[in-house]
């Protein structure tokens, strides 16, 4: 089995290169391609150390890279690391939030990413027809209902948002999350978990009227008990922003940086130490690396006092493991029930059944079937659908390049407040 990565220079390449080679897939190699080739051979080079066993190859054409292929994930990031913290920087200029995935940023990154995704989508359908698209690019929610609407190939969109939330709910009711099931719904980072449930048994009810439990269920400082308690659900880490925006607003630029600056710093010098390193002490250095990035997350944005640290017992989350998780349910056949986002179908009837959602699925040879959600609450509702309309927005004006229609689009994101301040970002970010 051929698996091919489009976006084959990205960071996370070699965390996934070593959780595919310790699988139980016959995978035959593990297909390389970035538009950055330089880089790309520096990522192959510290893959081909974490992957034992499993062929890593480049290829200098996505094409090459594609064809034959059983599985193509897309990761891409336009600009890279510093355009991110360009667009966080102008968001938090306009006294707008600035994060990657939503807002302006977030606006941003998916117009830039929406014309070679589609092309990448396209080229999935005609040179690997059988394979299926697993798209982590951001945002996921508007990249994956771009592909799906203008490509004929089989399509998955994939986060490890909520896989995260469900350890750490299930934790939090002091269970393991492997044996549990959950009651969520949502768009990509719009997600909420109504109940963790546990031989067909709700939970989450033994945790409103604890604070301390309540708060465990997230590993940094986000919501308010009393607002958790009063929504009766527990939101996924995203809905911070727009939970809290002036909050989150106001800690940022305490801080004197963004994430995206963070990170943009984190990942220059990996590269420069990867380039110099000697080769047994690339992998120390990447997992370093990793390990300095994770504990940044949301660290600025809520004022965290130290940095979050991956809980010895998450054993469900991670980019690499959501990845594994989805291919061994198609290939194995399995019948996993795993959340990804995926076309509605009348999943919510609220929105067109061509809309992409995030809500667990039945993943078998087939590939994903969505499950039954419960009635949406009014606010989750209401949020959804206008997200949901914002995103449709901004994938047609993508598309055009339509200057006008652009600021339309960001006019109807939720944490813009107005069409003037909308003309004023497009110009600035784009």
């Known amino acids: 089995m051929k698996i091919t990565v489009i976006g084959g220079a990205g960071v996370r390449v070699p965390l996934l290169a070593g959780g595919l080679s310790r699988s139980d897939l016959r995978i035959s190699e593990l297909a390389l391609y970035d538009i950055d080739q330089e880089r790309l051979a520096v990522i192959a080079g510290l893959a081909t150390q974490m992957a034992n066993g499993v062929r890593i190859t ?41 994060q990657e995935t939503i807002g302006p940023a977030g606006f941003a990154m998916a117009v830039r990413s929406i014309p070679p995704i589609v092309e990448y989508g396209r080229m999935v359908a ?12 951001n945002p996921v929610s508007i990249i994956t209902q771009a592909v799906h609407q203008e490509t004929d190939a089989r399509l998955i969109g994939i986060c490890d948002t909520p896989l995260e939330m469900f ?28 109940d963790v449930l546990f031989e067909g048994q709700g939970q989450l009810h033994r945790i409103w009227d604890d604070d ?41 630029k305490a801080s004197g940086s963004s994430r995206g600056q963070a990170v943009e710093q984190l990942t220059r010098a990996l590269f420069q130490d990867l380039k110099t390193f000697r080769t047994q002490d690339l992998r120390a250095r990447y997992e370093r690396y990793l390990a300095e990035r994770d504990g940044s997350y949301m660290q600025l944005e809520t004022g965290a006092p130290v940095a979050r640290v991956k809980p010895d017992w998450a054993e469900l989350s991670g980019y690499d493991r ?17 959340p990804l986002d ?11 059944p061509e809309d992409i959602v995030e809500v667990p699925c039945r993943v078998d040879a087939n590939g994903p079937q969505p499950q039954l959600v419960g009635p949406i609450p009014d606010h989750a509702r209401e949020l959804i659908t206008k997200v949901k309309a914002y995103e449709r927005a901004t994938i047609q004006a993508a598309l055009t390049g339509d200057r006008e229609q652009l600021i339309d689009a960001l006019a109807l994101n939720p944490l813009v407040p107005s069409k003037d301040l909308a003309k004023r970002l497009v110009t600035a970010l784009l």
């Open 58 to 98: 480049t290829a200098a054409t996505p094409e090459a890279a594609i064809e034959g292929a059983s599985f193509v994930i897309t990761s891409i990031r336009v600009g890279g690391a510093a355009q991110r913290a360009k667009d966080e920087a102008v968001a938090l200029a306009h006294d707008i939030i600035g």
């Open 322 to 338: 959501i990845a594994l998780i989805t291919i061994r349910a198609i290939v194995k056949n399995q019948g996993a029930i795993i």
């Open 212 to 252: 301390s439990r309540l708060m465990s269920a997230y590993r940094a400082p986000l919501f308010e008990p009393e607002r958790l308690r009063e929504m009766k659900l527990l939101p996924t880490e995203y809905l911070y922003y727009y939970y809290r925006p002036d909050h989150a607003l106001a800690k940022i």
């Open 126 to 137: 005609r040179l690997a027809p059988s394979a299926w698209m697993i798209n982590f690019t």
């Open 342 to 352: 995926v076309a509605n179908r009348g999943t919510f009837p609220f929105l067109e």
């Open 167 to 194: 350890e750490d709910a299930a934790h939090a009711v002091g269970l393991p999350a492997s044996v549990c099931g959950y009651d969520y719904f949502g768009l990509n980072h719009l997600g909420w978990l109504r």
